[in-house]
């Protein structure tokens, strides 16, 4: 039986993935911090160790732990990261240097690893123009994030272990709660719409995106890296109108300028600065939502796997929406 270690399990795409890995013959270790909500992957009888990504000590514990219950590890899919932080320093302490000792550990101790699949972001390239395509050779983010997670990219590269990098685009489905705030807000019956820019977006649907880490898992492709959306473009108001269809709610249209979103943004970030909390909307963010064009080139990433997404946003709004009111989110 092959042996998996998958960090960030007990987020919103781990713990969809780990779900589905739970399937297949594999023994899953899953690196959790002290803190985590494990309760899921306790039911799913996953081993776990304890360790931070920025805490050193502890990740060479658990390496140790590894090596005296003689655990040689088979694959990695490396999730956990932080999606939101105070600067460029918070960002990179966890998402490159997180990775880089993840990385050095493995190869200390020898594991005969076949891959390291690395679940990086669309951010990673930045956005482009509209009605054109990012490129997976586009390395221009725009956000301190972007920034981590490309820089985190680079270190796997040079690492030589031989690796697998996806870039998703917005990520939804059940248990996400960024994207959530819209289905929030349009249940409530109001559906901002921010700016009067055209913007070309693109999503992937949870259930979608595991699918394909798990065809990369099983594939013979290494040292490549891939985006990972739905195939189709949509226009900054698709997502809420899907939202309203699924929901059935009539909504009071508010139009927001990107003036008012950015004084919004930068006051949001502040208050929740002074109670030392991460703001949802705040100037990264806004930097993503006023670029034109979220649209990549995933023709490849379909050809490489053999992958056909089964969802587009339509489908997977309608199955996200059933979830958030079976679950009383909203
Ligand atoms: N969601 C999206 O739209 C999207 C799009 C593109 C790429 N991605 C990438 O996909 C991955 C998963 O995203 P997600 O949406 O599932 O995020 P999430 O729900 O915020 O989950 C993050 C996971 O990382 C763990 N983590 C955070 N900081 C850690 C640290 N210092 N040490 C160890 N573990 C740590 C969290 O553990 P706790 O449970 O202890 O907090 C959690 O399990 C990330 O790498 C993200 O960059 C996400």
């Known amino acids: 039986m092959k042996n ?7 987020g919103f795409i781990g713990s969809h993935l780990v779900e589905q890995l739970a399937k297949e013959d594999m023994r899953i ?9 494990t309760r899921v992957l306790k039911k799913l009888n996953i081993e776990l160790f304890e360790a931070a ?23 990695v899919v490396h999730c956990a990261a932080i999606t939101k932080g105070r600067n ?3 960002f ?3 998402n490159r240097e ?41 390395k221009s983010p725009i956000t301190d994030y972007g920034r981590s997670k490309l820089a985190a990219e680079l270190s796997l590269e040079q690492s030589g272990l031989p690796y697998l990098i996806f870039r998703p685009t917005a990520v939804y489905g059940p248990g996400e709660k960024d994207i959530f705030s819209v289905f929030k807000i349009i249940s409530q019956g109001l559906n901002p719409l921010i700016g009067k820019h055209e913007q070309q977006l693109t999503f992937i649907y949870v259930k979608d995106l595991v699918s394909l880490i798990i065809q990369g898992l099983h594939s013979q492709v290494i040292d490549k890296t891939f985006f990972a959306s739905d195939g189709k473009v949509y226009s900054k108001q698709a997502l809420g109108n899907f939202i309203r269809q699924s929901l059935r709610k009539k909504t009071l249209t508010i139009k927001i300028p990107l003036w ?3 004084i919004i943004a930068y006051g949001s970030q502040t208050v929740y600065s002074f109670r030392n909390r991460l703001s949802p909307l705040n100037l990264e963010k806004f930097k993503e939502l006023k670029a034109q064009s979220w649209v990549c080139e995933v ?7 053999d992958f056909q997404p089964e969802y587009d946003l339509q489908k997977g709004v309608k199955e996200t929406s059933e979830w958030y009111v079976e679950e009383g989110w909203i």
């Open 98 to 138: 997180g990775t880089e000792r993840l990385v050095s550990l493995i190869k200390k101790h020898q594991h005969p690893l076949q891959k390291f699949i690395f679940l990086s972001s669309l951010a990673a390239s930045g956005p482009t123009l509209l009605n054109e395509s990012i490129s997976i050779k586009d």
């Open 299 to 305: 023709e490849p990433t379909f050809r490489a796997f």
């Open 88 to 90: 460029l320093e918070e």
């Open 92 to 94: 990179m302490h966890i």
């Open 260 to 262: 008012l979103v950015r």
């Open 53 to 75: 990504l920025d805490d050193e000590n502890q990740l060479i514990q658990v390496f140790d732990s590894l090596s005296s219950q003689n655990i040689q590890l088979d694959f």
């Open 29 to 37: 270790l899953a690196l959790v911090r002290k803190k985590s909500d």
């Open 4 to 10: 998996i270690l998958l960090t960030g399990a007990t």
